[in-house]
């Protein structure tokens, strides 16, 4: 061993809210949209760091663990939603929009474009994409019109180093399945923000 | 097209290596995350050497998840009073124990 000590990160719960609070707070808010869950979720992640601050090792930075928490909290959360959808059976299969809207299958050529919800040529200039506040509310609307456990598949795609295979034993979907969720979830989402945001 | 798209074109088509709008798509979004199979990737290649449509749905796709991170990062502060119950919460937690 060296006599150079590793350096051990170590914590200090009574600095948590001043020093992480606000990022905890932003992280969950951007997956979850609303704030009364965010809230709740940067709680049970606090409380739960201090139930299981014996474990700490100092390996990681107290910040990078306090992350690692509360992504877990959301991915239960996201679990949770795939498995009992707030909406039936029958509301959720409203909320699919064909293959058949996006894609020819009949006649001589299948699974070419329909005209007229082929990709339009998107006139986005830098100001626009910068406009992120509109951005954001047109998102949770399209987001919103998805099947929930579509939007949870989507969702758990952007939290940072989840891999599909890991979505896939998180949701219980195969990964076939995956595809085919991402794939049409991204073809209704390219509309929606195609119909809302581009043309806003 | 150059040379190069030339051969892809030839060897897909020799291989009847052929796909539609649909397919195309959803092996675009699956190349986001992983590696293809070979024939898929040359045949997606050629596909995408001539299709308008499914190039401008590329570019659209990786604009969409460019937006979608860039959003995620976005700081939003944590209403005052909302922190100092989380304070008075910890510290209740962290003495009684």
Redesign the interface.
């Known amino acids: 061993m060296s006599d150079v000590a590793k350096e051990i990160s170590i914590l200090n719960?009574?600095k948590?809210?001043d020093s992480y609070?606000?990022?905890l707070?932003?992280f969950a808010?951007?997956?979850v949209s609303d704030e009364e869950t965010a809230?709740d979720l940067?709680?049970e992640t606090?409380?739960s760091a201090?139930k299981a601050r014996d474990g700490f090792k100092g390996e990681a930075s107290e910040k990078t663990w306090l992350v690692s928490i509360l992504k877990r909290k959301i991915i239960d959360l996201y679990r949770k939603n795939a498995a009992h959808p707030q909406q039936s059976f029958e509301e959720s299969e409203q909320y699919k929009v064909a293959?058949s809207h996006?894609?020819t299958e009949l006649g001589f050529?299948?699974?070419?474009?329909n005209k007229t919800t082929?990709?339009?040529?998107?006139n986005?200039s830098e100001k626009n994409?910068i406009e992120?506040k509109e951005?954001?509310h047109i998102?949770a609307q399209c987001l919103s019109k998805l099947p929930k456990v579509w939007s949870s598949v989507f969702a758990l795609?952007?939290l940072e180093e989840e891999?599909?295979e890991n979505i896939c034993k998180e949701l219980e979907i195969t990964s076939s399945n995956y595809?085919?969720i991402?794939?049409r979830a991204?073809?209704q989402?390219?509309e929606c923000?195609?119909k809302n945001w581009i043309k806003a | 097209m150059t040379s190069d798209e030339k051969n892809i074109a030839y060897f897909s088509k020799s291989m009847g290596w052929n796909l539609c709008c649909k397919q195309a798509t959803y092996l675009l979004l699956k190349q986001e995350e992983k590696k293809l199979s070979f024939k898929e990737e040359y045949a997606l290649k050629f596909h995408m050497s001539f299709c308008k449509l499914c190039k401008a749905f590329k570019r659209q796709s990786e604009m969409m998840n460019e937006a979608i991170n860039k959003n995620l990062q976005q700081i939003i502060l944590m209403p005052k009073i909302e922190k100092d119950n989380l304070k008075a919460l910890i510290n209740s937690n962290l003495y009684n124990n």
Request: proline letters at 6%.
């Open positions: 719960p009574e948590w809210i609070a606000d990022y707070y932003s808010y951007n997956r809230k940067v709680q606090f409380l201090l293959y996006y894609f050529i299948k699974g070419e474009w082929a990709p339009k040529p998107w986005v994409s992120q951005f954001k998102l795609k952007y891999e599909s595809w085919v991402i794939h991204k073809l989402m390219r923000l195609e």
